[in-house]
């Protein structure tokens, strides 16, 4: 399971100790929004952030993490609506002050009459619904994510009989997002979650109870101060109380300081003959190489999109170093975009263009190391808007195509490009580099034949002729 934290190194409010920089708020210890029966509705202040308004900050971090995924979407009513047939809604406040907002997804809005659905909350206590967003993304919103993309690029699969798994069930399950007062707890009591196996060990208390046929949400969350810990699951948006009493009697790590880590998962039925789970209709399908994964390789049979190859490096070599262990201690954030790792680097992933012989350009995403400082003035460029013509430096993070691992640590220069639409979020596109290899790599005109080999369909058909 990822380790992620939701603080941005460098931004300092009220008190805060900063971890990690790819977020900003923290996520409500409340529960969330019940599927079976309400509460007391909270009234919406003057001061509240309209429904619509707060999707558009869902709809940008969610772009943030998987450029493309809001490719045509539309607000209206209280919803985000994606014409592949995902949705996300803001439901009436159940419980919390005006800066609290529940949220439901809906991975297939064609399943009717009643749209399967799984719920969550998310509160900004620095005041800006902006750091709510993001916080609802690195949890449900990874999950939603996952639920529809199936490869491992936006949370972690889990198969029931493996020793993280709940048996009889699917496991879809986000990273470990930890808050508090200081970074060096939040870490801690994030690896003492991940290390206690929650789910697996508490598994007996709960799932005699997953009703949906489709896919049920589970909240795990454990914090507070010292002396005054909570445990508690939330199963379909309801507080478990069987659960968090089991989950209570797990002996979780006691932090020194206020201190709290929480992650979402979804649990789909297992077939009887044990094949794997039935998926919504709905997909992604993003578009171009960002659709591409798993370690330079493509989602197409093996085979690159012809007239558009591309491939995209699922991690930077530092980090494939690591063993799982390591990994879980020292990545303290991990989305689409960037990762961070206690001890080792932050870095980016961007897109280097190699050009072709016969016109075509090979696209590669990979990963760069950067700065902390760097990561900071992204994020925040990308949610101003302002990322395009923005340039800065790192160094080059991946073994790539035919020339391997020359190109580790080669300096270069990386610039944002425009968004293929006016909400999309452009690449940010290496444009130059000192290193005499990777400015050749750059430069110059390749061979198909070199660089793509026999994953090129064009060697197998022949070339395409237009007219």
């Not at 709510?132 to 996952?146: K, M, N, R, S, Y």
């Not at 948006?237 to 089991?246: P, V, Y």
Request: hydrophobic residues 40%; charged residues 20%.
């Amino acid at each position: 399971m990822r380790v992620r934290s939701l603080v941005i190194e460098g931004w300092q409010p009220a008190g805060w100790h900063i971890q990690s920089p790819d977020m900003s708020g923290m996520v409500s210890i409340c529960g969330m929004f019940g599927m079976r029966r309400r509460r007391g509705t909270v009234e919406s202040g003057s001061d509240r952030l309209p429904d619509l308004d707060f999707l558009a900050l869902v709809r940008a971090s969610l772009e943030a993490c998987a450029p493309g995924v809001t490719r045509g979407a539309e607000l209206k009513g209280n919803s985000l609506a994606s014409p592949r047939g995902w949705a996300v809604a803001v439901t009436p406040p159940q419980h919390g002050d005006n800066s609290h907002y529940d949220l439901v997804a809906l991975p297939d809005v064609t399943v009717q009459p009643d749209v399967p659905c799984f719920l969550d909350c998310a509160v900004a206590f620095s005041g800006d619904p902006r750091y709510a967003a993001e916080a609802w993304t690195q949890t449900a919103g990874a999950c939603l994510l996952e639920l529809l993309d199936r490869r491992g690029r936006f949370a972690e699969h889990v198969g029931p009989g493996q020793g993280r798994g709940v048996p009889g069930w699917h496991t879809i399950t986000s990273g470990a997002v930890a808050f508090g007062l200081d970074s060096d707890e939040n870490r801690r009591l994030q690896i003492a979650v991940l290390e206690a196996n929650v789910l697996h060990r508490v598994a007996a208390s709960f799932t005699a109870d997953l009703e949906s046929p489709f896919f049920n949400g589970v909240k795990v969350f454990y914090g507070g101060q010292p002396g005054a810990m909570e445990a508690e699951i939330r199963v379909n948006g309801e507080r478990h109380d069987a659960a968090s009493a089991a989950m209570a009697t797990l002996n979780l790590l006691e932090p020194a300081t206020f201190t709290t880590v929480r992650y979402y998962a979804l649990l789909l039925p297992v077939p009887a003959g044990g094949e794997a789970p039935d998926y919504p209709a709905t997909s992604l399908a993003l578009d171009g190489a960002a659709d591409r994964v798993d370690d330079a390789t493509c989602s197409c049979g093996g085979h690159p999109d012809p007239e558009h190859p591309g491939f995209d490096l699922s991690l930077p070599q530092l980090i494939t170093e690591l063993s799982g262990e390591e990994r879980a201690q020292r990545v303290t954030v991990h989305t689409e975009a960037m990762i961070v790792a206690q001890d080792v680097g932050n870095f980016l992933k961007v897109r280097l263009p190699v050009q072709l012989e016969d016109g075509r350009t090979v696209n590669y995403l990979c990963w760069l190391y950067v700065d902390a400082a760097v990561i900071e003035e992204v994020v925040e460029r990308v949610h101003d808007g302002t990322s395009s013509g923005h340039r800065f430096t790192g160094l080059f993070c991946n073994a790539l195509g035919p020339w391997g691992e020359a190109l580790l640590r080669a300096p270069v220069v990386v610039q944002g490009q425009p968004g293929s639409k006016p909400d999309a979020v452009g690449y940010f596109e290496v444009i130059e580099s000192s290193d005499p290899l990777l400015k050749k790599v750059l430069r110059d005109r390749w061979p198909a034949s070199y660089i793509l080999g026999d994953q090129d369909l064009r060697l197998r058909r022949g070339p395409t002729h237009h007219g």
